[in-house]
């Protein structure tokens, strides 16, 4: 009912050469989503992640092992912006995962996750086209502008 008045409204208000300022939703205003894919073991750890992100308004997909990494990319519908890989997983070494991942999605950007974080570690994932290498435990409130400067849309 209120927006047939509303409509109503704006028609009258247009027959007698009047026009009311149009009012667009949020969400039409809202720049187009951005999707993270986060592949991690600890189910915790996932849905931190993903609470936090789904939060700021992005779109996430999870997978458990390397296996199902693989599999939603190759199944995902709309390209991966962001993949937060955690290195140790239990089905695959993250550096070799990485360079799969690089081939399959060579525009995603990827944010290696570690607690087993060593100089060989990271000058290997930045060579295999990490953007960048974390140390976990990672600060939730940090996750959001970590995935802002992956993309390259933050300082």
């Known amino acids: 009912m209120l927006v047939h008045s509303a409509l109503r409204e704006n028609e009258l208000q247009a027959a007698q050469g009047q026009t009311a300022p149009r009012d667009f939703s949020p969400m039409l205003k809202k720049s187009p989503t951005v999707s993270v894919l986060l ?3 600890e189910p915790l750890i996932r849905w931190s992640l993903a ?3 789904s939060d700021g308004g992005y779109c996430v997909l999870e997978a458990g ?3 199902g990494a693989v ?3 190759t ?3 709309a390209p991966i912006d962001v993949i937060m890989l955690d290195y140790r997983l239990p089905d695959s070494n993250g550096l070799q995962l990485l360079g799969r ?3 399959l999605s060579p525009a995603s950007r990827v944010v290696l996750m570690t607690a087993y974080g060593t100089p060989e570690v990271l000058a290997d994932a930045l060579r295999l ?3 960048c290498v974390v140390n976990k435990p ?3 409130q940090d996750v959001p502008a970590l995935v802002a400067r992956a993309r390259g849309t933050a300082s």
Do not use: K, P, Q, W
């Open 71 to 73: 599999e939603a990319l």
């Open 138 to 140: 990672i600060e939730m």
């Open 51 to 53: 609470e936090t992100l």
């Open 65 to 67: 092992d390397g296996r």
């Open 75 to 77: 199944s995902s519908a």
């Open 101 to 103: 991942i690089r081939t």
């Open 129 to 131: 086209g990490a953007v």
């Open 39 to 41: 592949v991690d073991d």
